[in-house]
């Protein structure tokens, strides 16, 4: 028998089918997922957990013309597989292959371009209103998980939308589940919710009207009577607006296919709380959705297997330690991550500092301004944040710590190109937006032993100070266990060469060593972004007749910016080539690669140097 799944290239396809197959197609889309992402990796446990929800999406909405907004996007594989994209999925995150996250140049389904959570409500509301004015049909659905709908601009959103006359549908997908085990006192009112009979009873309403079904319009009624008829009266949603429905079972496509065919003909803002599983269908995904939350390769059957112990740490395991060792050594630490635990390398402190640890949920906005508020009253605090989370949080940067020049450290993990995620998540701004705000203090270690000094240095600074470091591991360096710090705004010269003085900054001072023996340059490990050592910026400008800045960051107001400035009010001429990442969006791909094809390896460093020396000649 064909399986279902083969004849769907496209929603049409999807609706063709009868209530009583979709079952069966969430069996194969499961299946198909599940082996699809072990062979590439990527976001499995989401994907896991909303492959009903998507089919029923899609089922009754009329996409795409109807419009589907969903938030992070890392939930879409199904999506993107009933969208015509089930053969990309074997260069899912590979370059130039399809984004893990919806990208409205990628298809026509994709209505709107995440990566970053909690915009989904907003974009719908913004689509539903746009709908209405020009007299359009089209329904809107935001689909939105229960760790995004902790941010800020949900509310936002939902505060927003509650009071305009658009038919927006919200679909809260509750897995109880963040990347990490939830937080928060809204994670508590959902639960609330949850509480009781009432998740049973609206499942069995569900199954109950759709087997007396005389037809869908009829069964969908009645399902709103019995699912409206068993909800608590004025929930958070209704007290904002919204008509709430629920909670149902996510996984029950009985249940969600007429509760959705009732709420898309419904006018107004409408809510739907949908509960789901991460993981679903896969026992190891569903006993640990932390660990499959994003996977590298892995075999189905015996699950992913432990890391090898590497001697080669990660960024972000020498910020763990370091976290810790500080921690040990300075009561006032407190340790806080905007819901990225375990990618920032806080689970350890989590469990040796659990009274000095604050996961805020995701809301990058409120974690600056909490560690403002610490440090007012004397605590040290260290936001452990990903270089484009802290992109949210740029007005609370500048606003509420730097302003007041108080003295936070700012971990910034992710600095630079990070690979299968993509132009979403790539670290590529930070320099840039960091440099031009006054009191900030910004380093990039080159190796992971500068790394620990450079956090160490941060601490003891009385004022903001970011240490932006890559993902992944660096060069395997030794690294002293000790706390000693480095001297403020000093590089140091790595190699001595001859008319060529590369200035290199953080991670490019690998390949900038590589290219200065091919070169037999001068090589500087400038470590300080700001203050920016203009003595050894001066005495280079005088020895050597190029001066080539190295940065993984963008070109515009980086590091070679400030290097250039610094050139220019002294007075000194000596011409400057500024090398990083170009004036363009970088999609996903292998790291390494990519920085290859934009020439910041030592062959593309060494060739722009001597293009530079031959249009000088
Ligand atoms: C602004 C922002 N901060 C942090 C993240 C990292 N992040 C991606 S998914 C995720 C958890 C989302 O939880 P939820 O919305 O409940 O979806 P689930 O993973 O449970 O499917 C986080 C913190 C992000 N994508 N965007
Ligand atoms: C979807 C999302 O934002 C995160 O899951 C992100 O993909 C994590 O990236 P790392 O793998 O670099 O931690
Ligand atoms: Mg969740």
New binding site residues.
Partial sequence: MTPLLDTIQSPADLRLLSPHQLPQLADELRQFLLESVAKTGGHL??NL?TIELTIALHYVFNTPEDRLVW??G??TYAHKVLTGRREGMARLRMYQGISGFPKRTESIYDTFGV????TSISAALGMAVAARNKGEERRVAAI??????S?GQAFEALNNGGTLDANLLVIL?D?D???SP?VGALNKYLARLLSGRTFNAARRAGGKVLSVMPSMREFASRVEEHVKGMISPGTLFEELGFNYIGPINGHDLEALIPTLQNLRRLQGPQFLHVITQ?GQGYKLAETDPVLY?GVSKFDTTCGIKPAKSSSKLTYTQVFSDWLCDQAASDSRLMGIT???REGSGLLRFSQEFPDRYFDVG?A?QHALTFAAGLACEGMKPVVAIYST?LQ?AYDQLIHDIALQNLPIVFAIDRGGLVGADGATHNGAFDLSYLTCIPNMVVMTPSDEDECRKMLSTAFAIDGPVAVRYPRGSGSGVPIQPDLSTLAIGKGEVKRQGKRTALLAFGSMLTPALAAGDLLDATVVNMRFVKPIDHELIHSLALSHDLLVSIEENTIIGGAGAEVSRILEESGLRVPHLRLGLPDHFIDQGDSAALLSKIGLDPAGIASSVCEKRAANS
């Fill in positions: 446990s989401s957990g938030d992070v890392h939930q990566g970053h959570s909690s939105i998980g229960d760790g995004a709908m941010a997908n897995n589940m963040s990347i939830p991460k939350h905007p819901a990225m995701i990058e989370f949210r």
